[in-house]
């Protein structure tokens, strides 16, 4: 279902699809409220190329969700980099960076995908080659013109090509790499009955420079506490659950919702929202932020920062009646749940 803040991905705006593969997205275009942040599902078929590309507006993060792939970068001062990525593992391209995605593997290889730009732009190496006479060409590779006249001509890129033959997977492919994280592999720095996160920040990807991802996890025994992001937008994609999310807007109103696995939301800087799970199946949810290290401020910490007699006049209670809230000088991120869902 959409709102305003939230839009089924698989729903969204279709660029390619085809028995190679299929991408498929929300930008600023299907989902307005969109602002340094859009979001792109992309699934290869075995043998299935995501042609090499580049997006001269935004950086790229990646998340696969589900196969394995070969992802090769090259990028300024001829900076050449190419490794694999299975489940579990992200992917970062420069904007500008040209690169490709291969399917080297027996099974569809997926990929959540966010951008840092509302709308992203893209150029195809093949629409690229297009663009160009074969002099032109000829000459950038000292070769005859007559070369180039077998080419498919057109500056409208393929995006999804077939290999033919075998991958070719260097050995150096497999080995690690600053553009590439295992964050499913990272012990995560919050777990508890409630939930668990992993953190795909720059404080342990030095690469980021404007993005951020988190890998979160809640159980039927928590909550993502209530909060805001002072100077950060929130794009998140449920990759698994089901979570209902409450938004407050500047004017008052506010946006309940609920969302399954393919949905996405979006939050802009210092919008109060928050995230519970609804079911029994844990959610999981990938987040990703217009920031390398994003800022929160907490319902609990704000409690804490003010004083008793302000809390009251704030909440019209009768200060002998407002409840003991915890000292908490630093937000939980997940809290307990406690009381029952009140759907």
Known sequence: MAHSHSLSVIGGSVSFSSDLG???GVSSQQLPILKNLSIRRLTLAPGSIREPHWHPNAVELGYCIQGQALV???????AFANFTVAA?????IPSGAIHHLENIGDDNAIFIIAFRHEAPEDFGFSGALGAMTDAVLGNTYDLPASAFEPFKRSTVSEQIVRR???????????????LKLDVEAQHPLLSNAAGEARFARDQFW???KNISMYSLRITN???REPHWHPETAEMGYVHSGNARMTVLNPAGSTDTYLLSAG???????AYPHHIEQVGYEPIHFLIFFDQPFPQDIGYRATATAFSRPVLAATLGCDPEKLPQLPFTPIDPLIVNRINPRDL
């Open 72 to 78: 090769s970068v090259l990028g300024n001062a001829d």
């Open 22 to 24: 299929e991408i498929v």
């Open 206 to 208: 030095p690469v980021l």
């Open 221 to 223: 025994k928590g909550m």
């Open 263 to 269: 949905d996405m939301y979006f939050i802009p800087a």
């Open 88 to 92: 579990g593992q992200m992917f970062y």
């Open 164 to 178: 033919s033959g075998p991958a070719v997977v260097p050995v150096v492919a497999l080995f690690d790499n600053p």
